[in-house]
């Protein structure tokens, strides 16, 4: 049978100077399916809560007499109330002692029990106060998913299919491999299937498979037990159990060693886990989305990914197109940032002047969107106003997110693919066609930095970004 068949509804710290109370409670709560934790007043509780902790554990509940010698409730209650705001404490009082289990409530108790003690009651009460603290979880989960999921912007092609697709894609719980180059936005929809999936309330874990050193990353993804190898002080959990319920997102899913590969695999086909140390096996519920900048079926060609595992995450394919080939994306994402930007820094909101949105759109924008947002934020350091001008991004593409060159996408004259000057139909439709050409020539040979641009031809900045509104090279 494994650990999670026989996993009980929670745990219940309780404390009474009476055994025959204790013994009496602690029956009533095991039948119930809880598992129970017994300590004879508040410091023997606090020694106890100490103990476990070490242990990787904690209480769900604690349900505490009023009245004990040493420690008494009111005295447990704010010891534990000092490590948790949030675990739910029940107190227990004598028919004289109302009062004071009412003043316990107001210093944050859920609820009290009056003696005799009532088997019923008793559950009911356990039962309620845990189902608070879970509403109380839930809500907290549902504030961190509405603030940590970011909107899908754009209107290019792309992004259009991309909003269609991701409803449905949503709605199944097959696995999910997410590629595209980096700051494209992976974990942004990443977290937006999550969002729109029937696990929207359950946990979102994700994981940068880069950032954990190979001889770690089979206990960060699967937990450890106490003293399984050096360092190992206590039992911890790892991201499989954690996202149970929910979704766990694998970033640079490539870069994942071959042993953890194989631990993977049989964790996706079997939901089952294994803690390194331990040989029982935990299940597990779980959606899978993993995505990566690198090409995965190269890899598998070169045996540096386990093809078995390519195909059990690649079931729903989703590609980011890179930012230089959806340009009519620039404008909008940028401004979403500035809001962003200005929001985090108390400012009031502003926005991009013209020249500005012509700047962006006149780079290649090698980091994607990721690299465009750190320019908007660096960019308005230097604001004044309420628009961001093209001053202060150039300031920030020439020292500090540099070099950035303009992008060859309907940027640099391409064989074919403009118009011939020499086949227009009049003299002046000549002069603009060939002027666009040689203006988007001369942006490319200095990197899609307009301010160089405009020296090296002799003109002044601003006639050039007139030229390039008129031009459409925005």
Known sequence: ?????????GVILVVDDDPDIRLTLEMTLRYAGYEVWTARDGADALARVEAEAREGRAPDLVLSDLKMPRLDGLGLLEAMRKQSEELPFV???????????????????????????SDERVRVTVRGALRMRELARENLRLRQKLSAAEPLIGSSPAM???ARELPRVAASDASVLITGESGTGKEVVARALHAHSPRAEGPFVAVNCAAIPPELIESELFGHEKGSFTGAHERRTGHFENADGGTLFLDEV????????????RALETRRITRVGDSREIAVDIRVVAATHQDLQAMV???????????????????LTPLRERVEDIAPLAQHFLREACARS????MSLDPRARALLEAQSWNGNARQLRNVIQG?????????????????ILEHGQGPVRASSNARAPAAGGQPDPFEAESFEAFKEQSEKLFIQKKLAEHGGNVKRTAEALGMQRSHMYKKLERYGLR
Not at 1 to 9: D, I, L, T
Not at 108 to 114: D, I, S, Y
Not at 254 to 265: C, E
Not at 301 to 317: A, I, M, T
């Open 1 to 9: 049978m494994s650990e999670r068949a026989a996993k009980p509804k």
């Open 91 to 117: 107190m227990i009082s004598g028919h004289g002692d109302i009062a004071t289990a009412v003043d316990a409530m107001q210093r944050g108790a859920q609820n009290f029990l009056e003696k005799p003690l």
């Open 160 to 162: 259009q299919r991309l």
């Open 379 to 395: 960019a308005l350091v230097f604001a004044e106003g309420d628009q961001l001008t093209a001053e202060h991004l150039e300031t």
């Open 301 to 319: 060609r070169e045996k540096s990914f386990r093809e078995d595992l390519y195909y059990r995450l690649n079931v729903v394919p989703v590609h």
């Open 346 to 349: 108390g400012r009031a909101s």
């Open 254 to 265: 490539g870069d994942m060693p071959l042993p953890a590969q194989a631990k993977v695999l």
